[in-house]
């Protein structure tokens, strides 16, 4: 452990990283700078300067990421309708590499050789932390107190700190939520307690985003959202900036009911674990944005993005959002773009989202030929009779040759 000289922590100021703070300077003998990042969480951050402080740390970086956040990391995986496993949107996945980077950049910046995090073993984001770690800078050592120590509860937590004089205001007076949460602009998360019975349903006072469905509003709201290349730029005229989009859609979307998911994923360390997330937001984003690429994109330009997306959701999920692999896929995915831009108009109801209207300078689509109505000779629909016996042709000679599934046994 002497090899580690100074460590930068991932501080959220709450009671396992104080913990860390404490075990990491006694532990290994070191220095601890602590960065505390502000991705929207709905939590005031500024608070843990004064924990840090109270634990000897003397350099502090606390920082509001939420524009580049959303712009850099949010925006570039909302343009490939990014996915993973058909339901999850991956919100506390794409937080983790913004982390990463900073945390690198400040060990550059103070010259710590090391970085540290507080996330379990049995996790994704220890994954997460630590590709991004390697990939930014291959030689940094990495500290994860939770795969070393033997603190594995809350309650030996709380004895830690009454052992070594940690001051926490988080103790048994303050009524803590059962579950395990994540939150950043983009969503919130719930793991643990009940939700490890995949058959027992989450609590109605679980959610802190959203109303549910049941008790939206009996009215629906209509929005409107203007693109550009991609990005949503607007909402319902007024411009605004990628975190201000995200926090209006948000607010909107929680009032209506819309973005609560409960589901069992595959975590990259090989379990499946049962998670409720609340993304409003991103949820009207990722409909929103389809129905704006329905009218502007080529046909198999869009059939190409949807088949890489699932490549590039688990890229992201299992923390390779620093390799080639995401950069290529970016390059091609951004490509894409050029033309996505227009106005999409929505319908939020009791939880439902309905696109009820799309309009861009860039339309692909044609009314003149698309019409059911006499299109003054747009189209030939005699020539839809080659297409077909052109397409048919394999599977007629197939059929000829007596390779014929009419004959066979498929049971």
């Known amino acids: 452990m002497s090899d580690v000289k100074k460590v930068v922590l991932a501080y959220s100021g709450g009671l396992d990283t104080s913990v860390i703070v404490k075990w990491l300077q006694e532990e290994y003998q070191c220095e601890v700078v602590t960065f505390t990042a502000d991705l929207g969480q709905g939590e005031e951050v500024e608070p843990a300067r004064a924990k840090a402080q109270a634990l000897g740390v003397n350099e502090i970086y606390i920082e509001d990421l939420r524009e580049e956040f959303?712009?850099?990391?949010?925006?570039?995986?909302?343009?490939?309708?990014?996915?993973?496993?058909?339901?999850?949107?991956?919100?506390?996945?794409?937080?983790?590499?913004?982390?990463?980077?900073?945390l690198i950049e400040i060990a550059n910046e103070t010259g710590a050789d090391a970085i540290a995090h507080g996330a379990t073993g049995k996790g994704n984001d220890q994954v997460r932390f630590e590709l991004g770690a390697y990939a930014l800078k291959p030689g940094v050592k990495v500290v994860a107190p939770w795969r070393e120590w033997d603190l594995t509860s809350r309650e030996t937590l709380m004895q830690y700190c009454e052992d070594h004089d940690i001051p926490v205001d988080f103790s048994t007076k303050k009524k803590k939520s059962p579950y395990s949460m994540d939150a950043n602009l983009l969503h919130i998360s719930f793991e643990g307690d009940q939700l490890e019975d995949p058959w027992v349903e989450s609590e109605e006072d679980m959610w802190r985003w959203s109303v549910s469905p049941e008790q939206a509003p009996d009215t629906p709201t209509y929005i409107e959202i203007d693109y550009?290349?991609?990005n949503p730029v607007a909402i319902n005229g007024e411009q605004m900036s990628p975190a201000t989009i995200l926090e209006t859609l948000n607010k909107i979307g929680g009032e209506n009911g819309i973005g609560r998911i409960d589901i069992v994923e595959n975590r990259f360390v090989?379990?499946?674990?049962?998670?409720?997330?609340?993304?409003?937001?991103?949820?009207?984003?990722?409909?929103?944005?389809?129905?704006?690429?329905?009218?502007?994109?080529?046909?198999?330009?869009?059939?190409?993005?949807?088949e890489l997306m699932p490549r590039y959701a688990k890229v992201i999920y299992n923390g390779f959002w620093w390799s080639e692999e995401r950069r290529m896929l970016q390059a091609?995915?951004?490509?894409?773009?050029?033309?996505?831009?227009?106005?999409?108009?929505?319908?939020?109801?009791?939880?439902?989202?309905?696109?009820?209207?799309?309009?861009?300078?860039?339309?692909?689509?044609?009314?003149?030929?698309?019409?059911?109505?006499?299109?003054?000779?747009?189209?030939?629909?005699?020539?839809?009779?080659?297409?077909?016996?052109?397409?048919?042709?394999?599977?007629?000679?197939?059929?000829q040759k007596g390779r014929t599934f009419l004959d066979r046994d498929d049971k």
């Open 70 to 102: 959303v712009r850099d990391f949010v925006f570039p995986m909302f343009r490939a309708n990014t996915i993973y496993e058909g339901e999850y949107l991956l919100g506390t996945s794409i937080a983790r590499p913004l982390i990463a980077k900073r």
């Open 228 to 230: 550009d290349q991609g």
């Open 270 to 306: 090989g379990m499946k674990a049962r998670g409720c997330y609340e993304t409003p937001g991103g949820t009207i984003m990722l409909r929103a944005h389809r129905a704006m690429e329905s009218i502007t994109l080529d046909r198999e330009a869009m059939h190409l993005k949807d």
């Open 332 to 399: 091609l995915i951004d490509a894409s773009q050029e033309f996505v831009s227009g106005t999409v108009r929505l319908k939020l109801y009791k939880g439902n989202i309905e696109v009820v209207g799309r309009k861009s300078p860039y339309s692909l689509f044609d009314s003149a030929v698309a019409t059911f109505e006499d299109d003054a000779g747009a189209y030939d629909q005699k020539d839809a009779a080659g297409f077909i016996k052109l397409n048919a042709l394999r599977m007629r000679i197939a059929a």
